[in-house]
């Protein structure tokens, strides 16, 4: 479900989301360089002090606005003629155009609406609701992976493209929250669908009707500092009546051109503060440096984009179809599948299969999204469970122990637990074994005593399949077909052979890498890198389960050498603790 939720507006979103991610990170770049560039206001320095410097030298000035940047812009009229300029706050001289930057109006109007309109808006803001379901539902999927949100930086296996999106997300995923939700708000804003509309003081009644009170002698200007300053509006030239219009973080007034006393004042209302800050968060403006790393952030959009495609493309090949997958909570049957190569999913989708024909509604899913309070109408559960390291989890059935030590109790649904493993391995099926064992020490009530499958045997299963027809009173053939993994075929460059007279023949093979295409350079689509200790899998003729052995070499570029010993198993044995990854191949030469 959850990898639903994130899969379909990413893939359907992707687009909009890049577009709306890469402009906002040139954005974020504006407010950072405004800060550097815009002249420095001295500690202390009041409005005014600022006002008075900037009349005497330009004596129409009718408006003084400080960014949140810090940057004082003045607007004047000299001689019926408009003027504007960046001012420096020690001299009140312009040192500056105040023109727009066109490159930042361009941005920011495609950013917030693709120079469509409101259509554009509204386009946009689906863009950002879409980045905040990407982001939660991405969250969710990381924690599952990793074994809970208490391991949310543990170390990652698995293919480079998925290990890469991980990463990513999971330092990215707090900006891109932030950045998602402030942008929802700020659109509902834009649409007024906020009481965020600022409130005006009441229009003073009386005024002294006197003008040319000194700028630097009126009380609330030496009272205010000019970082507070947000706009002072001068009075209308020989308009008596007319007031000074001063804005601040804090609020609005009015000041009295005759006599400098404060008329009116109205603060900042809640919600105008909370749109504010939202506004900072968002744009950076008032916060440049937030505003940099959020932009930093952004730019992990693309990169998980073609992550997130390539993982796609590879869960599409490396997964069987489930036709008629049921919802978890519809199920009579839940499987659920551990697996880090694949294969027992191809088991699942078989049993899967079967059980459908039976008349049964069956969900499967993996052992990492195990959640018992959504099994409504189940009367079932079985667990398939590989193996992989020295015992440990597959990567689909990551914080499943966690999950089930931490019940109060077993579900009241039995459970079978079939283990993958190969028996090679010392640690033979041991993660169903634990798994078994965890149950067990639950009273979790069992359908089917542990059974085991060793090196994905179909007869193995089969023979399986009969007892749980029986525990299930129906007949069930259980006719698996396996996969044949991709290969890759290696041409032999030489052979020496060992220890013959000695009774522990060995041979060491050594292999010629086939030559990687820059395309797949740059997908990671060629032979796998491999180092010394690593397993390769070798397909032999007419099976469809590789045989594994440890790689003595980690020269890339050059060739392999395979330890080819009269007992596979010793191989095995002395490197199952370092053969996280493989490569599947099959021999020619
Ligand atoms: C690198 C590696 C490590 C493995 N470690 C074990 C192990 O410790 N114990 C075991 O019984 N099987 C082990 N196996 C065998 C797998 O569990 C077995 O092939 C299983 O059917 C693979 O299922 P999957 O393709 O769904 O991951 C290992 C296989 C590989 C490739």
Redesign the pocket.
Same mark, same amino acid.
């Given at each position: 479900m959850i990898r639903t939720l994130h899969r379909w507006p990413g893939l359907l979103a992707l687009a909009l989301v890049t577009i709306l991610s890469l402009s906002g990170a040139a954005l974020s770049v504006f407010p950072a360089v405004e800060r550097i560039t815009a002249p420095q206001v001295e500690t202390g320095q009041t409005v005014a002090t600022l006002a008075d410097r900037i009349q005497a030298v330009y004596p129409g000035v009718e408006q003084i606005r400080r960014s949140p940047s810090g940057r004082i812009t003045a607007y004047w009229f000299d001689q019926g003629a408009p003027g504007a300029a960046v001012i420096d706050p020690a001299t009140g001289a312009g040192v500056a155009s105040a023109d727009p930057n066109q490159a930042l109006r361009w941005l920011t109007n495609f950013h917030r609406s693709l120079f469509l309109g409101d259509g554009g808006r509204i386009a946009m803001a689906a863009g950002a609701a879409a980045m905040l379901v990407l982001s939660l539902s991405g969250a969710m999927l990381v924690a599952r992976r990793a074994g809970g949100w208490r391991h949310w930086f543990a170390s990652l296996r698995g293919p480079f493209a998925g290990r890469l999106h991980v990463e990513i997300a999971r330092i990215a995923v707090i900006g891109l929250v932030l950045s998602s939700t402030t942008a929802l708000w700020m659109t509902a804003s834009t649409f007024d669908l906020l009481p965020d509309g600022g409130v005006l003081p009441t229009d003073p009644t009386e005024v002294s009707g006197e003008i040319g009170f000194a700028l630097d002698q009126m009380a609330t200007l030496l009272q205010t500092p000019v970082a507070e300053l947000r706009e002072l509006s001068f009075p209308y030239p020989g308009d008596a009546t007319d007031v000074f219009t001063l804005k601040t973080d804090r609020g609005t007034g009015y000041l009295d051109q005759g006599t400098g006393a404060l008329v009116a004042w109205a603060d900042l209302t809640g919600w105008e503060r909370v749109s504010e800050t939202i506004y900072m968060l968002h744009t950076g403006q008032g916060a440049a440096t937030l505003g940099l790393v959020l932009g930093m952030m952004a730019l992990g959009v693309p990169a998980m984009g073609v992550t997130g495609v390539l993982i796609w493309f590879a869960g599409r090949r490396g997964r069987p179809r489930i036709r008629g997958n049921q919802p978890a909570g519809r199920a009579e049957t839940i499987l659920l599948? /551990?697996?880090?190569?694949? !294969?027992?999913?191809?088991?699942a989708a078989t049993l899967h299969a079967s059980l459908t024909v039976a008349g049964q509604g069956v969900h499967v899913g993996p052992m990492s999204g195990f959640a018992p309070e959504r099994y409504a109408r189940a009367e079932r559960i079985i667990v398939l469970a590989?193996?992989?390291?020295?015992?440990?989890a597959?990567?689909s059935a990551k914080g499943f122990l966690d999950r089930l030590n931490a019940l109060d109790g077993a579900p009241d649904i039995p459970m079978a637990v079939l /283990?993958?493993?190969?028996? !090679?391995?010392?640690?033979?099926?041991?993660?169903a074994k634990d798994v078994a064992a965890a149950a067990q020490a639950k009273d979790w009530p069992e359908l089917l005593p542990l059974d085991?499958?060793d090196?994905?045997s179909p007869q193995d299963f089969a023979r399986w399949g009969r007892a749980l027809g029986e525990a299930l009173s129906i007949s069930l053939e259980l006719s698996h077909q396996p996969v044949s993994p991709r290969t890759e075929t290696l041409t032999l460059v030489s052979r020496r052979n060992y220890g013959a007279e000695m009774q522990a023949g060995a041979a060491i093979l050594r292999f010629a890498l086939p030559r990687a295409t820059l395309w797949q350079r740059l997908t990671g689509a060629g032979f796998a890198r491999f180092q010394a200790g690593d397993?390769i899998?070798v397909l032999p003729q007419g099976s469809a389960?590789p045989r594994?052995y440890s790689l003595a070499s980690g020269r890339r570029g050059l060739c392999c050498k395979v330890f080819l010993m009269r007992s596979l198993s010793s191989v095995v044995r002395q490197e199952?603790g370092c053969?996280?990854?493989?490569q599947r191949a099959s021999f020619h030469g």
């Open positions: 599948v /551990g697996s880090e190569g694949g !294969s027992t999913w191809g088991f590989a193996t992989y390291g020295d015992g440990a597959p990567a /283990g993958f493993g190969d028996r !090679s391995f010392p640690a033979y099926c041991a993660f085991a499958i090196r994905q397993l899998g389960v594994l199952s053969h996280e990854r493989f």
